[in-house]
């Protein structure tokens, strides 16, 4: 295979048996477990010690006591990185222009697209490997595969250079073009390390890293907006801060050196899994996680920067508690999978928690959205502070949806997953396209959040009904809630222009206050609970082997 090295061909061309058998001929050291756990031998899990020792007991400790508590250790950590962000974007809204924002959100986007790429999604097999060795090695083959790839991107850009004097295509990203390289290799080998220390419950890792590389990344890029640097300076300050994350997280996940043809076997174990796994995340990531380029593409670099200092401020909740959940819920929901333990207790808590988490800060952005960018950030960001009104919808049920989305991965559903990343990428292209054809923008980015709450609603149902539940019996348990938030934002939302703006404000805030007081009332509940009822052994159909999803 030209351009690739000789490993890598061999790698791709050898059969699963030969892969097999290259690591049974050899075992690499064991990974470091933390200090007063027990590994699990099979599965990769660690269980903390109780007092009666029986696995019945470990398993029932984990959902709700062991997940809450790790959730609230990622949590804290995580807003207290969020905080400084905040504040650092208040000064930052005034040393960078929204074009600055656009060029950093369409660098940014495509070293994200690019890691996505390069990884070749090897990272998401990690919490499914049948052992702490297994897991290592494809953590490790992800993380040459992203180094691999930002060289030969880097090379590709330099060429460019050379012959046409401008580096290849840079999608309006500018200078920041050459930021990309490293950022790819540092993202893609970042999400391998996490992959691995979530594995091994390292989360206090995770939290630490995590909050040193906001400093990282906010100090750096308030520099460089001191220095004039523009969008380059907000690229450099997150290079700095993945660069950080990654040699942070690598140190504390005690990964050495590995054969590069035990890590080929893995690759090759593996390889079934994460090529169907690939594709749809490269269309959820093009249409969701990284859609700056496209909206440069449609409404200009102006609008784009516009967008992404909108979706940065608004996705505060998902960056503190969302991605919280997300990292102990996929290796939990694997480890219950492998031990067949019925998940519908956990994912019905999972939704209704994360529903009253968000609920209360996305109302209160689309009420307030434009008003409150405005008096905080500048009034050159008040269109940015409208989009997150309109965005904020789609973002409440993404908030819910984006954890229990990795269920698919858990259940081997992903020929549903590709179909769905389809018609979602369909749809938000389309969405996209109708404001190009009508010259309104903000109906296109308004139908991009529609369509975008349709999806997250399939994904919430999914969820709930592969767990034995049904969205509909949720709905009714929770009507209460419901019944207050459906009557409550409409209302307001018709009456923002015929109350004065203060009584209307006031309004808006009591509601928030009521439902954050509901949220905290529901969680104090669930934190007094005393570990849950033992979990129901789940049928024999529904307990999938450890090797399910590797290639056969």
Not at 119 to 141: H, I, K, S, W, Y
Not at 256 to 281: E, H, I
Not at 391 to 411: E, Q
Request: aromatic letters at 8%.
């Amino acid at each position: 295979m030209p351009g690739f090295p000789r490993w890598v061909s061999e790698v791709l061309a050898r059969s699963p048996e030969a892969a097999a058998a290259d690591q049974a001929a050899w075992r690499p050291r064991a990974l470091p477990r933390p200090r007063g756990a027990m590994p699990a031998p099979t599965t990769g899990a660690v269980l903390v010690r109780r007092p009666d020792g029986s696995l019945r007991s470990r398993l029932a400790g984990l959902l709700p006591s062991s997940f809450y508590r790790q959730v609230s250790a990622l949590t804290l950590a995580t807003a207290a990185s969020q905080v400084v962000s905040l504040i650092a974007t208040v000064l930052l809204a005034r040393l960078y222009a929204p074009v600055d924002f656009g060029q950093y959100s369409i660098a940014l986007a495509a070293a994200t697209i690019l890691a996505t790429v390069a990884t070749l999604r090897l990272e998401m097999a990690v919490p499914l490997a049948e052992d702490d060795q297994e897991a290592g090695m494809v953590a490790f083959a992800a993380v040459l595969l992203s180094a691999l790839a930002a060289a030969g991107l880097l090379a590709v850009l330099i060429v460019a250079m050379l012959l046409t004097g401008r580096p290849w295509f840079d999608l309006g990203a500018g200078t920041s073009v050459w930021l990309v390289p490293p950022a790819v290799a540092a993202v893609g080998a970042l999400a391998a390390f996490r992959m691995l220390l979530s594995r091994q419950q390292r989360f206090g890792a995770i939290s630490r890293s995590r909050f040193t590389a906001s400093l990282v990344q906010n100090a750096a890029q308030l520099g460089a907006g001191r220095l004039g640097l523009g969008g380059v300076g907000l690229s450099l300050g997150f290079v700095c801060a993945q660069v950080w994350n990654t040699v942070s997280m690598w140190r504390g996940s005690g990964l050495g050196m590995l054969r590069l043809s035990t890590c080929g076997a893995a690759v090759v174990k593996w390889r079934r899994f994460s090529l169907m796994l690939l594709w749809p995340s490269l269309l959820n990531t093009v249409t969701v996680s990284a859609v700056a380029p496209l909206v440069a593409l449609c409404y200009g670099v102006t609008v784009s920067g516009l967008f992404a200092f909108a979706i940065r401020i608004v996705a505060l909740p998902a960056t503190l508690v969302g991605q919280a959940v997300a990292t102990v819920f996929y290796p939990k929901m694997a480890e219950q999978e492998r031990a067949g333990v019925d998940q519908e207790p956990a994912i019905q808590r999972a939704i209704t928690g994360l529903t009253m988490l968000g609920t209360p800060f996305f109302g209160l952005v689309m009420l307030l959205g434009p008003d409150l960018y405005a008096m905080f950030f500048g009034e050159q960001w008040r269109a940015a502070g409208l989009i997150s009104a309109v965005l904020a919808p789609w973002l409440a049920v993404s908030f819910v949806s984006s954890p229990l989305s990795s269920l698919m991965t858990v259940k081997k559903q992903l020929t549903r997953l590709l179909l769905l990343s389809v018609v979602e990428a369909a749809l938000r292209l389309g969405a996209l396209a109708a404001g190009v054809l009508r010259d309104r923008p903000m109906m296109g980015i308004a139908a991009y959040s529609v369509s975008g709450v349709l999806i997250c609603l399939y994904y919430v149902r999914w969820s709930l009904r592969i767990a034995g539940s049904r969205l509909r019996s949720w709905a009714w348990g929770n009507r209460r809630y419901l019944l207050v938030v459906g009557v409550g934002y409409p209302a307001l939302l018709l009456l923002r222009e015929p109350l004065p703006r203060p009584l209307h404000a006031a309004l808006a805030g009591s509601l928030t206050v009521a439902l954050v007081g509901w949220a905290a009332g529901w969680l104090y509940r669930q934190g007094r609970r005393p570990g849950g009822a033992p979990p129901r052994e789940a049928s024999p159909g529904h307990i999938a082997p450890a090797g399910v999803g590797a290639a056969e």
